[in-house]
């Protein structure tokens, strides 16, 4: 029985339907944490824009904190942030709102690949922008720790003072969270890295079906 080799070409946009084989609702979720984290500095940047005494109030906040007297950040703010309180300010701002920008575009794109199709397909931007949120989720970590060091924040205990507020300070919770992002964003780098969307592409020829002479004549 004879065979006849039919082509078959495939539809363009069956190579942009693949869905990320990374985990689509632990990556959701983690985008949700990111959203978060991203709106809260960028707001937390804004704040400080919007504040026209911001200098003097950044100034008496780093003054009067007990890490400033006392603590492994004492000699650091003393001879090198009261000095320069402007300066630091300056920064503390515009760190802010960058790191709350960026944090915030990572989740979007993280987001925009839990879609299938055209719109959810991947592109050759993913992995730097992986690797930006991630060293971005880094920063937050470390910039929350260093103000809940300056403000002299305890490892989280039984405390009666703080039944009707939060257990843990808002400060040192933000330093897992910023962990988790990065290690979350970290991941996606390494894949999206190793995986570039050209390797991930079926081949462009056309498939070659065996398609049965009797059949093809019935």
Same mark, same amino acid.
């Given at each position: ?14 190579r ?37 005494r ?48 960026v ?14 199709g055209?719109? $959810? @397909? ?5 992995? %730097? +922008? ?6 971005? &989720?880094? #920063? =937050? /970590? ?18 009666? $003072? @703080? ?5 843990? %300070? +808002? ?6 969270? &910023?962990? #988790? =992002? /990065?290690?979350m ?24 079906? %065996? +398609? ?7």
């Amino acid at each position: 029985m004879k065979a006849e080799l039919r082509p078959t070409k495939i539809r363009p946009d069956q190579r942009a339907r693949r869905l990320p084989a990374s985990g689509n609702t632990a990556l959701a979720a983690s985008a949700l944490i990111q959203t978060a984290l991203g709106i809260e500095f960028i707001l937390s940047g804004l704040n400080k824009f919007a504040d026209p005494r911001y200098v003097q109030n950044f100034n008496q906040f780093v003054s009067s904190n007990p890490g400033t007297q006392t603590g492994i950040l004492s000699g650091l703010v003393k001879g090198l942030v009261l000095p320069n309180v402007a300066f630091f300010a300056t920064v503390l701002q515009f760190t802010e709102l960058a790191l709350g920008i960026v944090l915030l575009l990572g989740a979007l794109e993280v987001g925009r690949r839990r879609f299938s199709g055209r719109f $959810g @397909r991947e592109h050759g931007y993913e992995a %730097p +922008v992986a690797m930006v949120s991630g060293l971005a &989720g880094l #920063a =937050v /970590a470390g910039l929350s720790l260093s103000i809940a060091v300056l403000m002299g924040e305890r490892l989280p205990t039984i405390m009666p $003072g @703080r039944a009707f507020t939060t257990a843990i %300070p +808002v400060e040192l919770l933000l330093v897992p969270l &910023g962990i #988790a =992002v /990065a290690w979350m964003e970290a991941g996606r780098f390494l894949v999206l890295y190793r995986h570039r969307p050209a390797s991930l592409l079926p081949s462009a020829r056309p498939q070659v079906i %065996p +398609v049965n002479e009797g059949h093809r004549a019935g």
